[in-house]
C-alpha cells in the first residue's frame, strides 16, 4: 500500500462527473460525503439541512460559518443558501474524494492505471481513467479488497 494508505477491505467506486475519472473511497467516508451533497441539494431552508446531514457535521459548519465570527446561527425557516457554508464557493467543500485516493490505494495502482494531475485552485489529485475500471478493480480484488460500485452515491 501507499505510504500511508489505509489497508481497507472494501472500497466504493464511481465516475467524477465533472471529470469523467474514477473515485475510490472507504464506505464510510463516501457515504457521509454523497449524505452531505445530497442535503445540500435538496434543503431549501437550514432547519431542512439540519435534517439531513449529521449532527457532528452541522455543529461544525455552524461553528465555522457563524459562531466563529460572532454571528447567530440561522433560524430553521431561514433560506438556505450553500454559500454561506465554508469552502463551497472554493470546492473545498464538501470535500473531494478524488483528491484523497492516495490515503485508500496503493501508489504503484495509482501509477499504473492513472496519472498524478493538479489543479489551479485545489492542488492535486488522482486521475484514473474510468476505461481502466475492470482491470484496476481486478487489480484491487487481487489483493483481497472488496470493490463496490456506487454510481448511485454522490461524492466525487
Not at 5 to 33: C, H, Q, S, W
Request: hydrophobic letters at 40%.
Amino acid at each position: 500500500m501507499a505510504k500511508g494508505a489505509d489497508m481497507t477491505k472494501k472500497l466504493l467506486v464511481r465516475t467524477n462527473p465533472y471529470n469523467g475519472g474514477l473515485v475510490f473511497a472507504r464506505e464510510e467516508r463516501a457515504l457521509l460525503i454523497s449524505t452531505i451533497h445530497q442535503a445540500i441539494d435538496s434543503s431549501k431552508t437550514w432547519g431542512e439541512f439540519r435534517a439531513a446531514i449529521p449532527a457532528k457535521e452541522y455543529s461544525k459548519i455552524i461553528v465555522g460559518a457563524f459562531e466563529d465570527g460572532g454571528e447567530r446561527r440561522p433560524a430553521k425557516s431561514a433560506p438556505f443558501d450553500p454559500e454561506q457554508l465554508p469552502g463551497w464557493s472554493d470546492g473545498d467543500y464538501p470535500p473531494w474524494l478524488q483528491s484523497e485516493m492516495e490515503a485508500v490505494l496503493p501508489r504503484n495502482l495509482l501509477q499504473q492505471f492513472g496519472r498524478l494531475d493538479t489543479t489551479n485552485l485545489n492542488g492535486s489529485f488522482w486521475y484514473i481513467p474510468e476505461e481502466n475500471k475492470a482491470a484496476i478493480c481486478a487489480a484491487l480484488t487481487s489483493l483481497g479488497v472488496t470493490v463496490e460500485d456506487a454510481e448511485h452515491l454522490r461524492f466525487h
